[in-house]
């Protein structure tokens, strides 16, 4: 069983920059990849980005230039970066692992709230 939590979220104004974190444990061996989506109130869970064990990255095309993804020096770690934030990034972030099988995990959310 694979637990995931996140990290960083918070209150920021718009403009401003966010980092969030997300830890695996438990059976990570079997982490294919990664990756951050979002729900805001009312819609739907969006994805944002995933990177793989090895470092390749993919992101939502509407999310390309303001968010990165990277991998952590701890292992099982993974990062969203999150620049010139808007008040339409307002939502909730959940950090996502794909197991082999496939298998997914969720972590419980990061609340981010980015005040006009």
């Known amino acids: 069983q694979v637990q995931l939590v996140e990290s960083g979220g918070g209150e920021v104004q718009a403009g401003g920059s966010l980092r969030l974190s997300c830890s695996a444990s438990?059976?990570?061996?079997?982490?294919?990849?990664m990756g951050w989506y979002r729900q805001a109130p009312g819609k739907e869970r969006e994805f944002i980005a995933w990177?793989?064990?090895?470092?390749?990255?993919n992101y939502a095309d509407s999310m390309k230039g303001r968010f990165t993804i990277s991998r952590g020096s701890v292992e099982n770690t993974i990062y969203l970066e999150m620049n010139g934030l808007k008040s339409e990034d307002t939502a909730v972030y959940y950090c996502?692992?794909?197991?082999?099988?496939?298998?997914?995990?969720w972590g419980q959310g990061t609340q981010v709230t980015v005040s006009s």
């Open positions: 438990g059976g990570t061996s079997s982490i294919r990849s």
């Open positions: 996502n692992a794909e197991l082999l099988g496939p298998r997914y995990y």
């Open positions: 990177i793989t064990a090895r470092g390749s990255t």
